[in-house]
T-cell receptor, first 112, second 115 residues
Framework: EAQVTQNPRYLITVTGKKLTVTCSQN?????MSWYRQDPGLGLRQIYY???????DKGDVPEGYKVSRKEKRNFPLILESPSPNQTSLYFC???????????FGDGTRLSIL | AQKVTQAQTEISVVEKEDVTLDCVYE???????LFWYKQPPSGELVFLIR??????QNEISGRYSWNFQKSTSSFNFTITASQVVDSAVYFC????????????FGTGTSLTVIP
């Protein structure tokens, strides 16, 4: 089954404790992206990647890191999480730039 | 700069009514794509439609229809004879070729269909 898989689905942690949210897709897609969803703000792009070793900042990259060492994986790293990063996070992938995105089920992060 | 505006934050309709969700976009580029996504209460994001900037033909899919007008930079979404299952948050999005096809989402419209 074609899918984008994010882990964990839920996480409660404390300020400053490094965490990684994994994202994996099995569709051989070139493009992958991370978004955060906050009430009233819609989805905002954090980082995106056009291919392996090719990443770029989206609209809200501060406090986040990503890497794309393999085509299927695109982890989101919070080196020193802060409460303002409490949000619902979505990973997405697409075959080419103008194709629809396939989204993971989301990861709800709470930073205390 | 690219921007998508969904001015309607929340809409409530009674079942069987028609409802139109507005989407206005901004871009200076001539090559772009517009999308609608649905986010039901369960939280997943479901793709509904894609339209490219060179195709202004309206589209109908069952009870759903989309009206793309370049003259007003709008890509509106109409649900005919709404049903309770249509209750969701709907997002309009723009992808622009010359910014590496980044996606720009609107803030979403929350639709509640009352039985």
């Amino acid at each position: 089954e074609a899918q984008v898989t994010q882990n964990p689905r839920y996480l409660i942690t404390v300020t400053g404790k490094k965490l990684t949210v994994t994202c994996s897709q099995n569709m051989n897609h070139e493009y992958m992206s991370w978004y955060r969803q906050d009430p009233g703000l819609g989805l905002r792009q954090i980082y995106y990647s056009m291919n392996v070793e090719a990443t770029d900042k989206g609209d809200v990259p501060e406090g986040y890191k990503v890497s794309r060492k393999e085509k299927r994986n695109f982890p989101l790293i919070l080196e020193s999480p802060s409460p303002n990063q409490t949000s619902l996070y979505f990973c997405a992938s697409r075959k080419t730039g103008n194709q629809p995105q396939h989204f993971g089920d989301g990861t709800r992060l709470s930073i205390l | 700069a690219q921007k998508v505006t969904q001015a309607q934050t929340e809409i409530s309709v009674v079942e069987k009514e028609d409802v139109t969700l507005d989407c206005v976009y901004e871009t200076r580029d001539t090559t772009y794509y517009l999308f609608w996504y649905k986010q039901p209460p369960s939280g997943e994001l479901v793709f509904l439609i894609r339209r490219n900037s060179f195709d202004e033909q309206n589209e109908i899919s069952g009870r759903y229809s989309w009206n793309f007008q370049k003259s007003t930079s709008s890509f509106n979404f109409t649900i005919t004879a709404s049903q309770v299952v249509d209750s969701a948050v709907y997002f309009c999005a723009l992808s622009v070729y010359y910014t590496g096809n980044q996606f720009y989402f609107g803030t979403g419209t929350s639709l509640t269909v009352i039985p």
